[in-house]
């Protein structure tokens, strides 16, 4: 999940999907079940159907609900093909932790029949190959509060850029575009960009909304600078 948050490409996700399929995972139940009542797990009110959150060890639970609700193991595979079944709008994976993330309705059905995913494109050589634009509706100020803090903490991280990218027409996906020092090497910017995905969900709970990137392509360097996007920190 720090992998994906950092840079969203499709080994990195496919990686992360094969591990959920495989992995056993944490649901939530009801210490005390209603009366007449068999003892459920945890659903949550989602504006497209239920929300199902699931969690990667015990602390993880706790820190969502420290008390009234124990952890029951469920292979990764049973979870995804239960939550297709039931028309689950989205998984919330470790929904007050971090790493946290989510996974789609689209990605549910794929995975509850064995199938990976198709994740996103690798960002483009060129910033021709994709829209990169100021953002249709802008986050909250909590957020991009969150995302300054966490790029001032970071001694590489020279300047951030906000905007949405629209890859070959689809949806438009809130970025964050991360300029680091130069000649960063590999360890160190790996280092750098997770330290400002984690310090970013730990500040907001909104920060699932947000890709990060780093800005190494001179051509989408100069797209941010002509208005692409808003620059919210600079060293």
């Known amino acids: 999940m720090r992998r994906v948050a950092e840079h969203d490409t499709p080994a990195h996700r496919r990686d992360l999907f094969e591990l959920l399929l495989n992995a056993t995972l944490l649901a939530a139940t009801a210490d005390q079940s209603p009366p007449g009542e068999q003892q459920g797990l945890a659903w949550l009110e989602g ?9 990667t060890r015990p602390d993880a639970l706790l820190a969502w609900r420290p008390q009234g609700y124990a952890p029951i193991a469920v292979t990764g595979r049973a979870l995804f093909e239960m939550a297709a079944r039931y028309k689950t709008g989205r998984i ?42 100021p953002p249709a509706v802008r986050p909250p100020d909590q957020l991009i509060e969150a995302v300054r803090q966490a790029l001032e903490a970071q001694p590489h991280a020279v300047a951030g850029w906000l905007f949405a990218t629209d890859h070959a027409g689809g949806p438009a996906q809130l970025t964050v575009g991360v300029q680091l020092t130069r000649g960063v090497e590999e360890a160190a910017t790996q280092e750098t960009m997770q330290g400002i995905v984690e310090e970013t969900w730990a500040r907001s709970d909104n920060a699932d909304r947000l890709r990060f990137i780093v800005v190494a392509q001179r051509s989408l360097y100069d797209a941010l600078r002509r208005g692409g996007g808003e620059l919210i920190f600079k060293r």
């Open 47 to 55: 504006e497209n159907g239920p929300v199902l959150p699931v969690f």
């Open 92 to 133: 919330e994976v470790n929904p007050s932790s971090v790493p946290r993330g989510w996974i789609s309705r689209t990605e549910i059905e794929a995975l509850a029949q064995g199938r990976l995913p198709l994740g996103p494109q690798q960002e483009p050589a060129s910033s021709d190959e994709v829209r990169v634009a």
